[in-house]
T-cell receptor
Framework: KAGVTQTPRYLIKTRGQQVTLSCSPI?????VSWYQQTPGQGLQFLFE???????NKGNFPGRFSGRQFSNSRSEMNVSTLELGDSALYLC????????????FGSGTQLSVL | GENVEQHPSTLSVQEGDSAVIKCTYS??????FPWYKQELGKRPQLIID?????GEKKDQRIAVTLNKTAKHFSLHITETQPEDSAVYFC?????????????FGTGTKLQVIP
């Protein structure tokens, strides 16, 4: 089985731009969650989707949004980028709604200049 | 909501020694506690987990203990090796509206000195 795939691997953007990141979960996994990782801040939860429905959202501004498609693939969008948005964005998938045994992707490294 | 605290933030041990990482959680309803290991430049991977109805679980050199009364759980690594060097994240999972909500600790950077 292929693992969780995130694209692109690296992104460089400038302030004010918007960006879309993609996550393809492991085949058969229906839950996808997104995390922001910065040095010293651990894994900050962004949001989580199950069967195309957002079930939970972290404490991030409305500039951060996401969605999940019928094939379980997910995208997250960040609008009006700020320097502080520079981070590694990880997505994780799990088989069912219990979010046990998360499988992470390699992440998208976003740099905002 | 659930709050997970993790200590220490960094830990250096000599190869062969043991390492212990501790986490506390705030909500007694949490019922599942996984640990993830993230090597430098790589994705986090689940290494061990424990449910609230179990006090201890072991897998070769790693073990996790859970004290529900005190609301804390710990990761124990014995006979550490250089390849154990990584960032370790604990997490607590709590039932929420028919699914489970996962909250991560802030991570512990473990350095094993050869």
């Amino acid at each position: 089985k292929a693992g969780v795939t995130q694209t692109p691997r690296y992104l460089i953007k400038t302030r004010g731009q918007q960006v879309t990141l993609s996550c393809s979960p492991i085949s058969g996994h229906r839950s996808v969650s997104w995390y922001q990782q910065t040095p010293g801040q651990g894994l900050q939860f962004l949001f989580e989707y199950f069967s195309e429905t957002q079930r939970n959202k972290g404490n991030f501004p409305g500039r951060f949004s996401g969605r999940q498609f019928s094939n379980s693939r997910s995208e997250m969008n960040v609008s009006t980028l700020e320097l502080g948005d520079s981070a590694l964005y990880l997505c994780a998938s799990s088989l069912g709604p219990d979010n046990e045994k998360l499988f992470f992707g390699s992440g998208t490294q976003l740099s905002v200049l | 909501g659930e709050n997970v605290e993790q200590h220490p933030s960094t830990l250096s041990v000599q190869e062969g020694d043991s390492a212990v990482i501790k986490c506390t959680y705030s909500d007694s309803a949490s019922n599942y506690f996984p640990w993830y290991k993230q090597e430098l430049g790589k994705r986090p991977q689940l290494i061990i987990d424990i449910r609230s109805n179990v006090g201890e679980k072991k897998d070769q050199r790693i073990a996790v203990t859970l004290n529900k009364t005190a609301k804390h759980f710990s990761l124990h690594i014995t006979e550490t090796q250089p390849e154990d060097s990584a960032v370790y994240f604990c997490a607590a999972s709590i039932p929420s509206g028919g699914y489970q909500k996962v909250t991560f600790g802030t991570g512990t950077k473990l350095q094993v000195i050869p």
